[in-house]
């Protein structure tokens, strides 16, 4: 039987891990992160897909790609406000659940109007609460 050393094995997963952390605030004196970060609930629901993500980048400026089409848009407030620009996403057909989570997605990014960043998980606030971790969505 051959044995796998695990010192190696254990620093390879915490430099894999490492890789999918947010890095500095977008704005000096902000709390939030940023880099990827892939959505795991909307409202009181969860999202087990993790097919939907978004990138908060260093001129606050955020984009993503939801279960069928990417958008972006420009923050217009400061953390811990958050308010949007207008969304453009691009006009792939989608139907179905994707197309429902999509709309329901977009709609609650447009009015949302705050934003934190606590314990590793991402809130954006708004009528409907969008819940994110650091990472990446998962491909279909």
Do not use: H, W
Request: proline residues 11%.
């Amino acid at each position: 039987m051959t044995r796998i050393p695990m010192i190696p094995v254990a620093i390879a997963a915490v430099l894999g891990l490492a890789a999918c952390e947010p890095t500095t605030p977008a704005t000096p004196g902000s709390t939030i992160p940023t880099g990827p970060y892939v959505l795991v609930g909307i409202g009181s629901d969860t999202v087990p897909q993790r097919n939907v993500g978004m990138t908060i980048n260093p001129d606050g400026s955020v984009s993503g790609q939801g279960p069928c089409n990417s958008y972006n848009a420009t923050q217009t407030s400061e953390p811990p406000g958050f308010t949007l620009g207008p969304l453009v996403s691009t006009r792939v057909g989608c139907s179905g659940r994707a197309g429902q989570l999509e709309q329901r997605y977009f709609a609650a990014l447009q009015a949302a109007n705050g934003i934190s960043f606590e314990g590793g998980v991402l809130t954006i606030k708004g009528p409907t609460y969008l819940t994110y971790e650091p990472g990446y969505r998962k491909e279909k």
